[in-house]
Each structure stands twice: as structure tokens, then as C-alpha cells.
């Protein structure tokens, strides 16, 4: 989760220190928690920003990926975990992530999706920064995966149960990467039923279009450079 642009009505106490290869994960951590916060006081460090790295990082992080958290000698990495522990310990209620198990595994599953999703997505947009050609094949196994996404929101208006949750937060960014990528023909917005759902999401709190808005700034000085 990034420190910076944290309001004073945030989550409680975690220290999250941000470091390694990262850009669209911490954000999805701070767009989906963003929405339902109670006060919090954390500190962030990203070294790609000029932060210095703490002093064991990898027996702290052995994966050496951002975001990560730590919070009274716990030690998370992976967005979405983070995201989890940090709803289920300090959110206000557990809309996003409820405590029913019921509900909460129907979450889980579309998070689950969420990464598969992410990382089909992942191999049509890494290529654009290394000069490298995408194949069709990981092009149609993305639109694989939205057409199955699609189906998930036929004849409902949230990924997960009747109200937004977490999953949706994480699904929508995940396909914010694609806006990066118009040469590869891929367009969620195609698909009717993602359509409607996405500007559903990203209206549904101020902080989430924030969240986006430092995304999209984010991917395109990656292009910059």
C-alpha cells in the first residue's frame, strides 16, 4: 500500500514499507482499502523514489516485490493479501471483505481469478517495455479470460454478492493495464457486461478514481522512459 495521499480518515497503525518492482499491485492495495478506512498513522518507503531499503529486506520480504507491509512484526507481501489483512483488522465494517464464510470464499475465488487474470494481462503489456513483439496466443488468452469475466457479472451488478467488495477493486484495476496497451486490439469494454461494471467501479468512491488517476500517471512515465 503507498504512504503518500493517505487522509486523515484512514486504516489504523500499519507500517507499510514499499520497495522492489512494483506499480500496479500498490495501487490496487490503496485503491481497494482506500474505500473503507478508519484513522491510521503509517509510513511508506519506495526505493524507486529515492527511499533507502531496510536493513534486512530479504529476510524481512524474501520475495523482494512491492507492496509490503509490516505491522507489529508481521511481515506480507502480495497486494492482494495485504489487502485482505489490512480490511479484516482495521476497516470500519467488512463490506469489502466480509467475515461470513459464505460470502467471503465467493470473494476469495474472484481474487483467485483476479491473478490469473492479471498475469495473462501481464504478458501482453511487459513486452511494450522491452521493445518485444506480444504473441496472439497470450492476446487470446486474455480475451479468454474477460469473456469469462463477463460471464461472473451476467445479470449482476458486483462481482462478489450483492454489494462492491475487494474483488472488484482488484479485478477493474487489474484491467486498467490494458489501457496501456491499444495496439493489441484488446478492449474490455467490448465485452457488455464488463462495460457497465467498470464505470459502476470507479464511481462508486472518490478515492478509487484517485487511486486510478496515479495509476495511469504511473504507467505513462513507464512509457517514458
Known amino acids: 500500500m503507498v504512504a503518500h495521499d493517505c487522509p486523515s480518515d484512514s486504516l489504523t497503525r500499519p507500517s507499510v514499507e ?8 500498490r495501487s490496487s492495495v490503496k485503491a481497494s482499502v482506500n474505500a473503507n478506512r478508519k484513522k491510521s498513522k503509517k509510513k511508506g518507503l519506495n526505493a524507486n523514489r529515492g527511499g533507502s531499503l531496510p536493513s534486512d529486506p530479504q529476510e524481512k520480504f524474501p520475495q523482494h516485490t512491492k507492496p509490503a507491509l509490516e505491522d507489529n512484526g508481521l511481515y506480507l507481501a502480495e497486494s492482494r493479501s495485504i ?3 489490512l ?5 470500519k465494517d467488512d463490506s469489502l471483505y466480509p467475515k461470513d464464510v459464505n460470502k467471503r470464499v465467493l470473494v476469495d475465488q474472484r481474487l483467485f481469478f483476479d491473478q490469473d487474470l492479471y ?6 503489456f ?5 521493445g518485444e513483439q506480444v504473441d496472439t496466443g497470450s492476446i487470446d488468452k ?3 479470460g474477460l469473456e469469462t469475466l463477463n460471464r461472473m457479472l451476467d445479470g449482476k451488478q458486483w462481482l462478489a454478492g450483492d454489494k462492491i467488495t475487494l474483488a ?5 484495476n487489474s484491467l486498467s493495464a490494458l489501457e496501456f496497451v491499444p ?13 457497465e461494471w467498470l464505470p459502476r467501479v470507479e464511481s462508486s468512491h472518490p478515492k478509487y478514481g484517485e487511486s486510478l488517476k496515479e495509476l495511469r500517471e504511473g504507467f505513462k512515465k513507464m512509457e517514458q522512459k
Open 18 to 25: 514499499n520497495y522492489s518492482m512494483g506499480g500496479r499491485s
Open 83 to 85: 489487502a485482505m489483512y
Open 87 to 91: 480490511i479484516s483488522k482495521y476497516a
Open 119 to 124: 498475469n495473462r494481462i501481464f504478458n501482453v
Open 126 to 130: 511487459r513486452p511494450k517495455f522491452y
Open 142 to 144: 486474455v480475451n479468454e
Open 168 to 172: 472488484d477493486y482488484a479485478v477493474a
Open 183 to 195: 495496439e493489441s486490439g484488446i478492449d474490455p469494454t467490448k465485452q457488455p457486461n464488463i462495460k
